[in-house]
């Protein structure tokens, strides 16, 4: 069964723009794409950069170390299929963002 944490307030990430957070040990981001919320693992499986701090464009963030790209929806890269990083469902309480860990 999925453990879902408060992250977050939707006040906290501006859209168009992620955010990093540490939740119970883990490091993970959350992304605001036109007010919809997406979570996914922080550590870019290049080098360990962390992606809730990448630019973010529409739904592609890119990471701030050496610019690998992802798809903040799904995890998946989208320059190298064999990359990817894991994708956690987020369910929202009026303005509070959980993630399921
Ligand atoms: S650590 Fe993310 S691209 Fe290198």
Redesign the pocket.
């Known amino acids: 069964m999925v453990n879902f944490v408060r992250v977050a307030q939707t006040s906290d990430i501006p859209a168009g723009e992620g955010r990093s957070f540490e939740v119970e040990g883990k490091m993970i981001a959350v992304f605001n794409v036109n007010d919809t919320f997406y979570a996914i693992d922080n550590v ?1 499986p ?4 962390p ?1 809730g701090e990448g630019y973010l464009e529409n739904k592609t963030v890119t ?1 701030p ?4 790209q992802f798809d903040v929806t799904c995890g998946k890269s989208t320059v190298n299929p064999a990359a990817a990083v894991a994708s956690l469902p987020v369910k929202m309480e009026g303005s509070e963002i959980f993630v399921g860990l």
Do not use: I
């Not at 290049?46 to 950069?49: E, K, L, N, S, W």
């Not at 170390?65 to 690998?68: E, I, K, L, N, R």
């Open positions: 870019c290049h080098r360990g950069g992606l990471c170390w050496h610019g690998w």
